[in-house]
């Protein structure tokens, strides 16, 4: 079998992206200018990432059968999403297939009872945390750390699913009680008060050269990211924490490829909520606001070739997201030449139907301050909503 | 059928592109931010285009079978070269298709002679030229404006193919030998001494709307563009007579898309050289250096949508020619790993195998000062081509 990072005379590296959402579709613009072919395994022939490469297989990220099949044909695995069997992902490596990140990266990064274990041995800040399985536990919680109690799924959350606020042990109660009912491990964490919320991004090569992009804000709301602002507006202090963080963390799990830290800022410092490691919303700024984008560092990377710089090539830039609304078009196309109007911005849709709460697109904008950057995308947004 | 601009609720915009080398690969890139579905009409499927896009023909360009085979899938034909029959095009749109540019742009961009003819005409500046059939009239055009003379075939030359000096009346007589012998047509021009060859990129809609990118100047060797450096370091008055040259013709030729003007620069001014109404090497630059690149203005354009803002998003820009030389490696990106190493270098790779003189990448950098991009982008090229 070749070598992923021999670039073989003749032959272009192959590299194979478990998952085809918007993820792996902004990866394949990124593969096409290194000259690196794209694989996805998708769920469907119609995933958005499946709609722009010709190498599509289609299968199951949990099917060991699947996995095999279409590693067959890389020369390195990777992944858009952590929704993958970590068994699996060991019997493909050890079957000699070339896997980023590693079965063990992915069995901390999908499970955050893990992360914030391992964070808490490292000594990495985070917030009070214990894993419960009985509402007499939660309730335990809550009168040492005060109400109200944060839940969370260990596994499998996203965007806000997961995620619960328990105002008191009644509240607790019945989350408690719907999650033994579905086989759900829960961990109850402090209700912190956040200042904001950011975003670390590192890629990491296998022999250990890592880079940190600029520390952005996001902006969520009921759990899902609205925007991200770039550069954060913080004290240098704080940024370089987040980096020495991140970095930390990268090395701790023997990352490779890329990795989103997200943190909380606090009236004292930063806390780390948890990490993601592949392409991440936080970093899609980078594709126009960087001098290598995110998908480009975590090909890079996952073929252990050097990564690229991650300087800001604007002062500032911000990523609204363009989230399904109802009475917004089925395909968010339709209003595109609306909002291509607005100046100098950057629209990315994603050839997903609009459905509402569903991350359909996003839109960049580069500027002298973030202020007029927001304003910009914010209002390309609203043009492909059709709310403009 | 339904209208290209409409972007109907619930599909993608479908364009399809004649040609399937880098410059419809490119355009791919930019058709996946914007949710537009690019078709490809190849001619084999390696082609570097038909390698990175699922919807991909194959099929002659001046087959009108297989032209309207291709335009029965897709809202919008375009072109990325300009070896089309026009007859064909006329057809194509008179059975209803969207083709732009239109037949009537295609025939003069694909003929210097027309081209001249319609410049001088408009009285638009041109080196004098005369169309040749016979060493006579080219002895005569030599004895009025002085030798060398410059003769061009009128129609399929590019990269230095179809353009000879003649130093004198013999040599020009074995050019119009071969010429006869080869049913080619010829223009005799005055060799004008040349300070700098330029471009001036311009894209327009159908309404007339039209955006001029930052004039360029390119470096040429052998016919072949090496170099493009953006801004060009030109008195303002002279990049503004530029840009009013490249509206004006434009406007002429009734362009849908996007438009290179190559220009010579002289003591005395600028004149025109000739013109390419496709994306074109002398715009390449503007993936990474303008707020919307050539590939998706062109895109916008032939699809009616507004056109984006041409601003350089950095002081200086460099983009090099990765051209195929002997005893590179077949596949470029067996060297991608030590170009990559080059400090915020961005390569691109056009799935091409390398052959002597072959266009198979490019690279381009951002600067605050033009010299200092243009070293890195060169470094990073001499890298790839295994002589750095």
Redesign the interface.
């Known amino acids: 079998m070749r070598e992923a990072?021999e670039?073989?005379?003749?032959?272009?590296?192959r590299v194979g992206m478990v998952g085809a959402g918007q993820l792996a579709?902004?990866t394949?613009?990124a593969a096409?200018?290194?000259?690196?072919?794209l694989h996805v395994l998708a769920g469907a022939p119609d995933d958005s990432a499946?709609?722009?490469?010709?190498h599509?297989s289609i299968g199951r990220p949990d099917s060991l059968d699947d996995l095999l099949a279409f590693a067959a044909c890389c020369d390195a695995v990777t992944f858009d999403h952590e929704l993958v069997d970590v068994a699996a992902l060991r019997a493909l490596a050890a079957a000699g297939h070339t896997v980023y990140p590693s079965a063990d990266t992915v069995e901390v990064a999908q499970d955050k009872g893990r992360q914030r274990e391992l964070f808490a041995r490292l000594g990495l800040p985070v917030p009070p945390f214990v894993r419960v399985h009985a509402i007499d536990e939660v309730r335990a919680f809550g009168a040492a750390h005060g109400w109200p109690v944060v839940l969370k799924a260990e596994r499998g959350g996203y965007d806000g699913r997961g995620v619960w606020l328990a105002q008191d042990a009644a509240g607790a109660g019945e989350v408690v009680d719907q999650a033994v009912r579905r086989g759900l491990s829960l961990l109850a964490e402090q209700f912190v008060p956040i200042t904001r919320e950011l975003a670390q991004l590192v890629a990491r090569r296998p022999g250990g050269e890592s880079v940190a992009y600029p520390l952005v804000e996001t902006v969520q709301r009921e759990g899902i990211c609205h925007e991200v602002l770039a550069p954060a507006a913080i004290a240098l202090e704080r940024a370089e924490e987040a980096r020495r963080l991140a970095l930390a963390i990268a090395e701790a799990i023997g990352l490779v490829g890329i990795m989103a830290v997200e943190l909380f800022e606090t009236r004292d410092g930063v806390l780390i909520n948890e990490i993601a490691c592949r392409p991440h919303n936080s970093g899609h700024f980078s594709i126009e606001a960087c001098?290598t984008s995110q998908f480009e560092n975590h090909l890079?990377a996952v073929l252990?070739?050097?990564l690229?710089?991650i300087?800001l090539?604007?002062p500032a830039a911000a990523m609204v997201n363009l989230i399904g609304v109802p009475g917004m078009?089925?395909?968010?196309?339709?209003?595109?030449?609306a909002a291509?109007?607005v100046?100098?911005v950057?629209?990315?849709?994603?050839?997903k139907?609009s459905r509402p709460g569903r991350k359909v697109?996003h839109v960049t904008a580069?500027g002298e301050r973030t202020a007029d950057a927001r304003d910009r995308a914010a209002r390309a947004v609203a043009l492909l909503e059709g709310s403009g």
Chains 1, 2 share one sequence.
Not at 32 to 37: T, V
Not at 329 to 337: E, F, K
């Open positions: 990072n670039g073989a005379d003749g032959a272009a590296p579709r902004m394949q613009q096409i200018s290194l000259g690196i072919e499946a709609r722009v490469t010709p599509v001098a890079r252990d070739w050097p690229g710089s300087a090539v604007a078009p089925r395909n968010p196309v339709a209003n595109l030449p291509l109007a100046e100098g950057r629209i990315h849709v994603y050839g139907e697109g580069l």
